[in-house]
């Protein structure tokens, strides 16, 4: 049973997040041959604040975010 976990800036609506789970979903079932019921998807989504790139937050990088 595959379990995918994303992580991800905060700020998508729950429309998007669903799409998100379920075309992962698809495609990992296409690509290794099992069933969709069987795939967990967990999604974890962190501010600006909590992620860095090269050290320096998000929140810095890309102010509003």
Known sequence: MPFIQVTMLE???????HELMRRLTE????????????????LYEVNADEWAVGGVAMSVLRPGT
């Open 11 to 17: 700020g998508r609506t729950v429309e998007q997040k």
């Open 27 to 42: 495609a990992t079932a296409d690509v290794l041959g099992g069933d969709p019921e069987r795939i967990r998807v967990a």
